[in-house]
């Protein structure tokens, strides 16, 4: 009896830690060097503190306070931030799903396409901004004034005004990143069975109906995964703001990480960039949640 | 009577999909003239960079910015470092990540709600929050003067845990049943069964860590201090001395330096990834 | 034998002297030693003239010392990895910072390099460095910063343009600016500018704060506790005027970024006629323009006030850190200096650079004279030296700068505010930076 027992112990022990140990690695990684720092930011945002002087000054909730009532530019970098998010997740989330089903089709062709639309991704973003500044030049012979002349529209000052900065770098950030993304549903899409397609090819059914009833559902891990990563991601912008606009102009297109440089790495408050990079973790948090709770259902696994 | 029928709805057939393919060529300039304007700056002499309306074609061909370039940079040193520091992220993330992402799609365990969790937060925060006291820490472990604060920090690869363990979760039970019904380990099942079958999303997650790990710029610039321990994109960025005015065909023919090992990795790559996305599962 | 009272006092008196005047020996370099300096100069002749300079002294330094340069970026990625830097205990001995922007910063911390001693026992003559490029080098009494790399904004012209219009010389005031602008405006058919007679770039804290100085103010009171143009309208006439400027059409609005580039390559395309610039950047500029045929003219700034002309300067300091250093580092890192600021040194400096000779001995050297017969433009900047000005001393200066330019981004770049909201807005700002 007890040599039976035995083994099953040692397996059961074994099933129960092997967990663990997959995921200690990870966990390691994690804990020292995005929970440490994360800790430590919400400590200090409590002090006033400039790296230098060992002595910090406890302050309290002042950091916070004058966060959203003493000054204005913070409360206007979330906006800006919520601002492009929305727009970026709206329009790459579209604009990929569109370009995905079009190229869809295993073809060489397809694949040149795919291909050229991944390569923004790969040029650093410095390179892009100059180029896009080019393109988007304030005066009527810039390439974009240009067609809009075409059409007899009046030319627009693209990055130079707070009218259409934030449009301009909405642009690029979905320029540069819709290859990528779409890279992922196509995959997506690959998986869906060729049965799927032929059975609703024989039953004549209609294309809208085929997309919304059967693969989006089938890509909405996909699809649910695009809409986290892209707002988590635009919420983070840092470099497309840093080489495009510096935050121009005036405040148009601050958004929060780069709120938190410019506190953290030019004036030197570690303490008050410490609380805004609290609040911005907070919403991010928050974000997040709603999102596991409210979609989590509607995603459809196999 | 029957040259009409092979003639007529095959050039029907064609000319309906011309549309198409004029439209996706059209795309496909979008996303590539930005770049091939990049390239041909780089060939350009300085006048000519400035000259308006510009020119789609270099009219005075000229090496003189790569060589300008290459000539006053060891670009070499660079180069090897960041070779070395994207090739052992990749390693590193990839030996953090598989068994992670497997035990998060595989099994329930005390705490795993809060561990993935936890994944998703990391996934959050900018390095605009974690800078400085990763650099503090850095400099305690007396590791500034090597290549490891540019490759640690980063060896848990969130999006990739996330994105793996999405594809882990959607391969189907019958597969790693079947495994079981062979006796194989854990080990052999994660390695020979699933990881295969998610090969597609571990390359696409490798080429993404490639290209943030050699494109990045703001961490190395943090965390180096001293110059030969610095990738190339540090390099790159030092041709623009503010106060002294930019070059454009330098600064393209930089960046171009910068992305070609990108290009070519991913040509090379590109087919394998397309091969990998072929691969239909378990019919 | 019990000493009185006042003996003792006269004793421990002695003692104290004496001891302080121990301590305040500084030390001398006993044997070889290794320094790091961390600077800003990129590529290019920038980069290699140091790059040069630390092989000289590491060559011929007689105690062995050797030096390490590092390039750390622009001014304010340098003023901030050495912040962080001296927190994690792994700082530089030298580090070369904005003159405004930087040194104050560290000064105020108090981890910098009193070099009074070490210049007053070796016999260093300060009084060869031109006053005005020393104003931000003392704090609190202190030697603290040494002139490097330094420069002057200049009045960058289109010679053809110009006597193509009718005018052979740069203008003087900023009344004869204006005209000038006007002048070469051109407008198209559809009353859109294809010529600007003139550029500002957003960069307040230089050419605006010289207008408020020419108007008898400053951006600052002299203690640096509190803003003072806001009040007496001299930051809204300013202001005014610029806007002014370019809502008539003849002063170039600069761009969101990268202001400077584009707009001296819309110079050398025959579409910008005049700009202020740093001196710092006219060997390229000259350069370039000559690679497309223009004729480059360089002038003083024009004043506003003809019985008050003036020039900000602006550039690099080198300072020496202590925080953390023992008396062998900072020993050496003091040779160091010595070095660069020798008269040979400062003065091949500006020749391969187009950076101002730090002392008036570098420019009398040769390699500056012939610099000068063949190019008079570079002497222009060394001559605007005697009419230069510099902002005083405070540690919101800084924050304050930058909320300027911010609010000038809305004025001038946006267009979105009136000079009015403008001054409010700075009103604001002042009240929240100068607590």
Known sequence: MKQQQEPRRKSFTKEKILPYIMTAPAMAFLLVFTFYPMANLIYLSFF????????????????YYELFFVRKDFLNALQNTAVYTGAVVFFVILLALLLALWIRKDSKFNHFVQTCAFTPHLVAMLSCAMIWAWIMDANRYGLFNTVLSFFNLPPLRWLNSSATAM???????????????????????????????????????????????????????????????????????????????????????????????????????????????????????LLTAVYFRGLSRRVHYQ | MHSESIWGPKLRRGAARLPGILGKLFVAFIFLFPFYWMVITSFKP??????????????????????????????????????????????????????????????????????FGMVLVALMIPVQVTFITVYLLMAKWKLLGTLLPQIIPFGTN???????????????????????????????????????????TVITICMFSFIGRWNAYFWPLIMTDVERIRPLTIA???????????????????????????????????????????????? | ????????????????????????????????????????????????????????????????????????????????????????????????????????????????????????????????????????????????????????PLFYYNKQMFAEAGFTEAPKTIEELIQVGRALHKKNANGETEVWGFALLNDPGWFIQNMIYQMGSNLVSEDGQKVICLEDGTMLAALK?????????????????????????????GKIASYFASSGGMTNILNNAEAVGIEVGVAFLPTWDAARPSAPTGGGNLAIIKQGKNDQQLAAAWEFMKFVMSDAEAAGNAADTGYLPATYGSAQQPVIQELWAKRPEYKVAFDQLEIAQELPWSPYNSEFIEQLKVICSQLIIDRTITPEEAIEALKIEARLIFR
Request: charged share 15%; proline share 5%; glycine share 6%.
């Open chain 2, 46 to 115: 300085y006048a000519e960079t400035i000259q308006f309306p510009p020119t789609l074609w270099p009219q005075n061909f000229t090496l003189d910015a790569y060589i300008s370039i290459i000539g006053k940079m060891n670009l070499l040193v660079y180069v090897k470092n960041s070779i070395i520091v994207t090739v052992s992220e990749i390693v590193l993330q990839l030996l953090v990540m598989i068994p992670a992402a497997y035990a998060f799609a595989r099994y329930n365990f005390v705490g795993k709600g809060l561990m």
């Open chain 1, 48 to 63: 006033d503190y400039n790296l230098i002087n060992p002595n910090k000054r406890f302050v309290g909730w002042r950091n």
């Open chain 3, 1 to 152: 034998m019990k000493l009185s009272k006042t003996m003792t006092l006269v004793l421990c008196l002695l003692l104290t002297v004496s001891l302080g005047a121990f301590a305040a020996e500084p030390a001398k370099v006993e044997g070889p030693i290794t320094i790091t300096v961390w600077h800003t100069r990129a590529a290019g002749a920038n980069g290699d003239q140091i790059a040069n300079a630390v092989a000289r002294f590491n060559a011929t330094n007689p105690y062995g010392i050797v030096v390490e340069e590092v390039y750390q970026g622009g001014y304010p990625e340098t003023l901030a990895k050495t912040m962080q830097s001296i927190a994690a205990g792994t700082a530089p001995e030298i580090v070369l910072l904005e003159r405004a922007a930087g040194v104050p910063v560290l000064a105020t911390q108090g981890v910098l390099l009193d070099m009074a001693p070490y210049a007053e026992r070796d016999g260093f003559q300060l009084d060869n460095v031109p006053p005005v490029l020393l104003k931000y080098s003392y704090y609190d009494g202190q030697l603290v910063a040494m002139p490097y790399i330094r420069s002057t």
């Open chain 1, 167 to 285: 449009l301009s770098v909405v642009i690029v950030s979905v320029w540069k990143s819709i290859g990528y993304y779409c890279l992922i549903i196509v995959s997506a899409l690959k998986a869906i069975p060729a049965e799927i397609y032929e059975a609703a090819e024989l039953d004549n059914t209609p294309r809208y109906r085929l997309f919304f009833r059967i693969i989006l559902p089938l890509l909405s891990p996909q699809l649910f995964f695009l809409l986290v990563t892209i707002t988590i991601n635009s919420f983070k912008v840092f470099d497309t703001v840093r080489v495009m606009t510096e935050g121009g102009p005036g405040n148009a297109t601050d958004v929060i990480s780069f709120y938190i440089y410019r506190y953290a790495f030019r004036h030197f408050r570690i303490g008050y960039a410490s609380a805004a990079g609290t609040v911005l973790m907070v919403i991010l948090m």
């Open chain 3, 241 to 269: 005027a610029w806007r002014e400027w370019v809502d008539e059409g003849w002063c170039w609005p600069p761009t969101v970024t990268r202001g400077e580039a584009t707009m001296k390559d819309l110079f050398n395309q």
């Open chain 2, 236 to 283: 790159i960025e030092r041709l623009k001395d503010l106060e002294y005015g930019i070059n454009w065909s330098v600064l393209m023919a930089g960046n171009v330096l910068l992305v070609a090992p990108i290009v070519v990795v991913f040509f090379f790559a590109s087919r394998k990834i397309m091969e990998a996305f072929a691969y239909r599962g378990v019919k």
């Open chain 2, 158 to 200: 969130a999006f990739g845990i996330f994105l793996l363990r999405q594809s882990f979760l959607q391969i189907p039970e019958e597969v790693i049943e079947s495994a079981k019904l062979d006796n194989a380990s854990e080990l052999q099942t994660m390695t020979q069964i699933m990881l295969p079958m998610a090969k597609p």
